[in-house]
C-alpha cells in the first residue's frame, strides 16, 4: 500500500509550532539570544550569512509572537537590544537538541570523507 504525502493535519501540535517559530534563520536567532541580550550588531556577526532584511523581518517577527522582547536603553547612547522572552527559552532544549544532532552530522560526514 503507498501513501500519498498529505498536508499534516490542522490540529497537528507539531505543525502549530513549526508555523510559530518557522522561517529561515529563526533557530539561529534563537540560539544566540539564549547566552543573554544581543544587539542587532551582534547578532549580524553571529550569523553573518544572514541579511539585515531578513534578520530585521525575522526579529520583528518573534517580536511579534512573543518570542523575543525588543528593548531599548539610553546609557551613552541609545541601544536596542533583544532577549527571549519566557516563551522564547521554552524553545531552547528542541533548539539545542537539532544542534546536537548537526553536530553528530557533521562529525559523520567528516569521518567518512
Known amino acids: 500500500m503507498t501513501h ?11 505543525s502549530d509550532c513549526m508555523a510559530f517559530i518557522g522561517g529561515a534563520w529563526t533557530p539561529n536567532i ?26 530585521t523581518q525575522r526579529l520583528r517577527e518573534l517580536e511579534e509572537r512573543g518570542i523575543l522582547v525588543r528593548a531599548m536603553s539610553q546609557a551613552s547612547a541609545l541601544t536596542v537590544e533583544y532577549r527571549l ?3 522564547g527559552h521554552e524553545f531552547m532544549p528542541v533548539v539545542r537538541a537539532i544542534a546536537e544532532v548537526g553536530q553528530r552530522l557533521k562529525g559523520r560526514n567528516v569521518a567518512a570523507a
Open 85 to 87: 522572552t519566557e516563551l
Open 4 to 14: 500519498k504525502n498529505r498536508t499534516p493535519h490542522p490540529m497537528c501540535p507539531l
Open 30 to 55: 534563537l540560539w544566540h539570544l539564549a547566552t543573554g541580550p544581543r544587539r542587532f550588531s551582534e547578532l549580524r556577526a553571529d550569523i553573518p550569512l544572514v541579511s539585515a532584511k531578513v534578520l
